[in-house]
Every structure is written in structure tokens, then in C-alpha cells.
């Protein structure tokens, strides 16, 4: 799986709606739209995942994820969750005084929607030694989830993952990587396999900013 970190309006059983349909595709990748725009999380069946994770730096996912397009399979929401996003503060208010507004109409449904499926999922998020992907991956722990915590600062990292570890009921671990580098994020994925086998899902929350004077 692969999330961005500023969708505040995804619930648990946007997640385990898309999980549930990729238990049902798992040759497929998994893409969420709604009104024609596509949306996040998206999930990748294995074979990609580990292609996607050796493929050049230079290319970005989604152009990569394009040129499998024959494999993907669009899942049709009736919400705009899966697309909105927030990239200021402005954003955010908007979005949450937006869905604050929906959770007003009556829903018979949300007693029964279903808990999030991350009970021994693997993740992996970057940036996590603090801010929004500490957030994430304090999250996922909640959840049961086996978090591995990326970090250009391994101690930071490895201090937070200490932190979750105590807090449970999932497990987490700190790892250094610095995602410009693709030699360690191909030895951070390698460290997780060797620990827990696999990766299911992979937060991308680190990211860099390039100015030209």
C-alpha cells in the first residue's frame, strides 16, 4: 500500500474497504477515484511492489504504475476521501469544517462500518521519527500494525520505535534511511523483509525541496 500523509478525512473503513477488494484482486493494483479524479491509498500486488522499489529513482511511482496500466482496477467511490488532500492550513480547516458538515446527516451505517485490517501488516513509513509520520506510525501501532520507523536520524528513529513498542499492541522499529539515496531505501526494505518477511504498506511521508535561485 502505498499512502500520502495529508489525508485527514480517510476512516478506517476507507482502508479495509480497499483491502477487502485487494484480497479479491491480489493481481491487480488498486486504485480509488471518485468523479473521474484519482485518489490514494493504492494498493500494488507484490510483484510490482518490488519492482517499483528497484525501478530508477528518476521515474516517479505514478508514471511507473501507468505503464502497468492493463493491471489496474479502479475502485468506484461514492466519497471524495480518497481525493482530498491538504497542503495548507487553509486546506485543512476547510477540509475538516467540510466533513465535520457531513457527519451532521444521519448515518444508520457507522456502527457498523469495520474496524481498520492492520493486525500484523507490515509498514514501512518514512520521515517518522517525529512529526506527521511519528503520528502515522503511533497510528498504525495502535492498530497492531509491525511498524519499521525510516529516519535520516536512526537514534531519533529508534527512540520513537522504543516509545511505540511500549504503548503496543503492534511492534515497531527504527531504521536509518535517507529516501534520496536509493541504496538505502533499498537496504531499509531489506532490513524489513529479513525481519518480518514482507511489506504490505508504504507511507511516503519524508520528502525533499529542491529551490532554484
Not at 482530498?84 to 456502527?111: C, G, H, N, V, Y
Request: glycine share 6%; charged share 25%.
Amino acid at each position: 500500500m502505498i499512502a500520502l500523509a495529508d489525508q485527514p478525512l480517510l476512516r478506517s473503513e476507507d482502508i479495509a474497504a480497499l483491502l477487502d477488494l485487494f484480497a479479491a484482486r491480489r493481481d491487480n493494483v488498486i486504485i480509488p477515484r471518485h468523479d473521474g479524479v484519482r485518489g490514494h491509498p493504492l494498493i500494488l500486488p507484490a510483484d510490482l511492489a518490488r519492482a517499483l522499489v528497484r525501478a530508477p529513482m528518476e521515474i516517479s511511482p505514478r508514471v511507473w504504475i501507468e505503464r502497468h496500466k492493463a493491471r489496474i482496477y479502479w475502485h468506484e467511490a461514492e466519497h471524495s476521501r480518497f481525493t482530498s488532500d491538504m497542503d495548507t492550513p487553509q486546506d485543512r480547516a476547510s477540509l475538516l469544517r467540510d466533513e465535520s458538515a457531513s457527519d451532521t446527516q444521519p448515518d444508520d451505517d457507522k456502527r457498523s462500518k469495520p474496524a481498520m485490517k492492520l493486525d500484523k501488516k507490515v509498514c514501512i513509513v518514512t520521515g517518522a521519527a517525529s512529526g506527521i509520520g511519528l503520528g502515522i506510525a503511533r497510528r498504525y501501532v495502535a492498530e497492531g500494525a509491525l511498524v519499521a520507523l525510516a529516519d535520516l536520524n536512526l537514534d531519533a528513529a529508534a527512540n520513537a520505535a522504543a516509545q511505540l513498542n511500549a504503548e503496543g499492541p503492534g511492534q515497531a522499529i527504527g531504521i536509518a534511511m535517507d529516501v534520496t539515496s536509493e541504496e538505502q531505501v533499498n537496504a531499509g526494505v531489506a532490513q524489513v523483509v529479513e525481519k518480518w518477511g514482507t511489506v504490505d504498506v508504504l507511507v511516503s511521508n519524508a520528502g525533499i525541496q529542491i529551490v532554484n535561485p
